[in-house]
T-cell receptor, first 114, second 112 residues
Framework: DTGVSQNPRHKITKRGQNVTFRCDPISEHNRLYWYRQTLGQGPEFLTYFQNEAQLEKSRLLSDRFSAERPKGSFSTLEIQRTEQGDSAMYLC????????????FGSGTRLTVV | RKEVEQDPGPFNVPEGATVAFNCTYSNSASQSFFWYRQDCRKEPKLLMSVYSSGNEDGRFTAQLNRASQYISLLIRDSKLSDSATYLCVVRTMNGATNKLIFGTGTLLAVQP
């Protein structure tokens, strides 16, 4: 395990369908983050877990979005009833406790809603 | 107003040039500061942390001015391989809050 792993790498779905993405963080990292990035923008924070506890959710995360990290290891992000505006790169990152540390990002899942 | 503001560029510079990127942040409670590099259609990768005393890593120099809430990155002797988007990032930790806030990024294109 040398990095953060995300699956799938690409997902094309029809509007109205549900999709689920998975993130496997670096094994010794207790913190996990989900971000969304659209073209020409920096990554936008969606949600943050410390171990299995979801400690913060952005207002960007509508009720169609849900994230879990059931055993404090991998995490899933589900989008229900997808809309074209959900098309973006969904990035997962992990970090260790402590201040001053940057995050390690996965390669992302690129979602296209048609 | 965005929490982290950057000039989106693009900055088109010849090889060997020196280029400087600037960034401002609005949350005075921000505690850690970084520059990330993002290649086209790839994930962001940590370039360097930024400290008030200034820090250097080879051709890259980063500076933080907490009083002005201003962060800079200087790249000397630009290489073609430096072409990428440079993201200014601040981290805020306050109670349950612990997140990185990204600027929109500045696109650098180094020309041969």
């Amino acid at each position: 395990d040398t990095g953060v792993s995300q699956n799938p790498r690409h997902k094309i779905t029809k509007r109205g369908q549900n999709v689920t993405f998975r993130c496997d963080p670096i094994s010794e990292h207790n913190r996990l983050y989900w971000y969304r990035q659209t073209l020409g923008q920096g990554p936008e924070f969606l949600t943050y877990f410390q171990n299995e506890a979801q400690l913060e959710k952005s207002r960007l995360l509508s009720d169609r979005f849900s994230a879990e990290r059931p055993k404090g290891s991998f995490s899933t992000l589900e989008i229900q009833r997808t809309e074209q505006g959900d098309s973006a790169m969904y990035l997962c990152a992990s970090s260790s406790s402590g201040t001053g540390y940057g995050y390690t990002f996965g390669s992302g899942t690129r979602l296209t809603v048609v | 107003r965005k929490e982290v503001e950057q000039d989106p560029g693009p900055f088109n510079v010849p090889e060997g040039a020196t280029v400087a990127f600037n960034c401002t942040y609005s949350n005075s409670a921000s505690q850690s500061f970084f520059w990330y590099r993002q290649d086209c259609r790839k994930e962001p990768k940590l370039l360097m942390s930024v400290y008030s005393s200034g820090n250097e890593d080879g051709r890259f120099t980063a500076q933080l001015n907490r009083a002005s809430q201003y962060i800079s990155l200087l790249i000397r002797d630009s290489k073609l391989s430096d072409s990428a988007t440079y993201l200014c990032v601040v981290r805020t930790m306050n109670g349950a809050t612990n997140k990185l806030i990204f600027g929109t990024g500045t696109l650098l294109a180094v020309q041969p």
